[in-house]
């Protein structure tokens, strides 16, 4: 189907990005730990309805060789560009199609993942059924579908925002114009310095929203933010349940009184969607990454931590002390980057999130891990390895540790003729701010790093690429030439940010 030239998401492109969370490197972990038997990363179908621009399939389908990618969107224009990066990348495994949800027929055949990146929240209840449809119809049976979306409570601020800006930009015809009248109406409230903190917290985080969010998330006509336990009755209404959130830390009550955890359970009565609704009132949750798959699936909500010893590991943790003490028992504490904490005294777990601190950001196996830390453990009988794994469980759980599918297909070390990930220099070449490396995250670079970017693709060695630079007249930031070690340097950090192809 074509959209009119007047879709606006054609007129004004939704600017996409990698999520994370919706890597099948990422769901596997979440979804073994709960006793599911999802299909391999290296050996899947995966859909990805409302794509835009391909920002997030397209890096994984240029890592995935033996896997097939289909992303959809009813936008022409970002098709239009996804096509084009997927040609220029020589991929045959993905294919993307102008279309809207509502024309998805069996037609397509069957995925073992399903992705739905803002999408959901952002369409007309026709739309977002047929979303939910589609997950029953073409999910496999062990299939798992990703869908993010907002909620409530915490969009009610966001919405009454977007009912303000609503009111106030009636008439507006143009995108331009409507953009520029909702920007006049948060300065207008900004200078009124409201006595509400609600209102006062919201404006400010205007101050970084673009203007294409603004257009597509605040002036939109379809933007519904629901209930949790409203999308998971939405859900069990196509015969699918709620496995869990993608973010799994999120589900965990770590950080709240002993006495609210203890009502909160009780609040729950042992139903896992109660469980994240009250936990959603004391967030003010406002977005939600949810995973679900069939009602038939048996799902052991108690996660086990056995298949950790088959995934691969990283983690953020760092010590607060500069010389942390692995040895003895004395409590060590260790900071994540997302508020995350962890206090032990426990000399194997020292070691273990000291040993990952190293290896960062490659994930290592467990069985590397269980290698590197060897001198700290005295005993290495099965029980001691499982309480090993209940240890990195807890970690993850918290948020200290993630937990890949995949083994690195990144190096650290920089190579004699090294070769950045193609698809983030091709995202260099297009003139793309940030682009996306082989963690499935977003790196923002400057200018001069993208231009070197562009030039990793393993047919030079660094003394040639500090010769290239030399040539273009490519200057350091107080405008003389490029050292070569400056070169090394900048080569080391790309190296670092998990963009050099192994
Ligand atoms: C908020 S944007 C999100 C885009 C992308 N998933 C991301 O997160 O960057 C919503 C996307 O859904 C697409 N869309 C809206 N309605 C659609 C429909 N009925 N069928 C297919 N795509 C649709 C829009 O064109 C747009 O690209």
Not at 14 to 37: C, F, K, N, W
Not at 88 to 111: H, K, P, T, W, Y
Not at 388 to 406: I, K, P, Q
Not at 465 to 486: F, M
Request: with cysteine; net charge negative.
């Amino acid at each position: 189907m074509t959209a009119t030239p007047q879709f606006i998401y054609d007129q004004v492109p939704y600017e996409g990005y990698p999520i994370t969370a919706s890597h099948p490197d990422r769901i596997i972990p979440v979804a073994r730990l709960l006793g599911m038997q999802p299909a391999p990363a290296t050996n899947c179908r995966v859909l990805e309805l409302g794509c835009g621009d391909g920002a997030n399939i397209l890096p994984m389908a240029a890592v995935l060789n033996g896997s097939q990618f289909v992303g959809i969107d009813l936008a022409h224009n970002p098709i239009v560009k996804a096509t084009g990066m997927a040609r220029a990348l020589g991929l045959g495994n993905i294919r993307f199609e102008q279309m809207n949800v509502m024309d998805l027929d069996s037609g397509c055949g069957e995925f073992d993942y399903i992705l739905a990146h803002g999408l959901y929240s952002w369409v007309p209840a026709a739309v977002r059924e047929k979303i939910m449809s589609v997950c029953q119809s073409l999910l496999s049976r062990n299939g798992i579908a990703y869908i993010s979306y907002n909620v409530y409570p915490g969009c009610h601020v966001r919405k009454m925002m977007s009912g303000m800006m609503r009111y106030h930009t009636e008439g507006a015809r143009e995108p331009q114009e409507q953009i520029a009248k909702a920007r006049e109406l948060l300065s207008f409230l900004v200078s009124g310095k409201p006595d509400s903190p609600a209102l006062t917290d919201e404006l400010k985080q205007y101050r970084e929203r673009r203007d294409y969010s603004i257009l597509h998330d605040d002036l939109s006509e379809s933007n519904d933010p629901v209930y949790f336990h409203e999308f998971a009755a939405h859900a069990g209404e196509h015969g699918l349940q709620f496995l869990a959130e993608a973010d799994f830390y999120e589900m965990q009550p770590y950080n709240l009184p002993a006495e609210t955890r203890e009502k909160l359970t009780a609040f729950a009565g042992g139903d896992p969607v109660r469980f994240e609704q009250y936990l959603d009132f004391l967030k003010n949750r406002r977005f939600r990454k949810t995973l679900l798959c069939r009602k038939e699936v048996s799902i052991n909500r108690t996660p086990a931590s056995d298949p950790i010893r088959e995934m691969y590991i990283t983690s953020v943790a760092r010590a607060v002390s500069s010389n942390p003490d692995i040895r003895s028992t004395k409590e060590e504490e260790f900071r994540g980057t997302k508020g995350g904490a962890l206090r032990t005294g426990h000399p194997v777990l020292k070691a273990a999130v000291v040993q990952l601190g190293k290896s960062w950001p490659e994930p290592i196996s467990f069985d590397q891990l269980m290698d590197a830390i060897a001198e700290y453990r005295d005993d290495f009988s099965e029980e001691s390895t499982g309480t090993f794994c209940e240890m990195l469980l807890r970690c993850f759980m918290a948020g200290m540790v993630e937990l890949h599918a995949l083994p690195a297909n990144f190096s650290t070390v920089v190579s004699d003729r090294p070769m950045a990930f193609d698809y983030a220099r091709l995202q260099a070449r297009n003139g793309d701010p940030a682009v996306c490396n082989l963690r499935h995250t977003t790196i923002e670079m400057d200018a001069a790093s993208l231009h070197l970017l562009a030039l990793l693709d393993g047919t030079r060695d660094v003394a040639a690429i500090h010769k290239h630079l030399l040539e273009i007249g490519l200057t350091a930031g107080n405008g003389r030439a490029i050292e070569l070690r400056e070169v090394q340097e900048n080569i080391k950090k790309v190296a670092q940010s998990a963009l050099q192809m192994a």
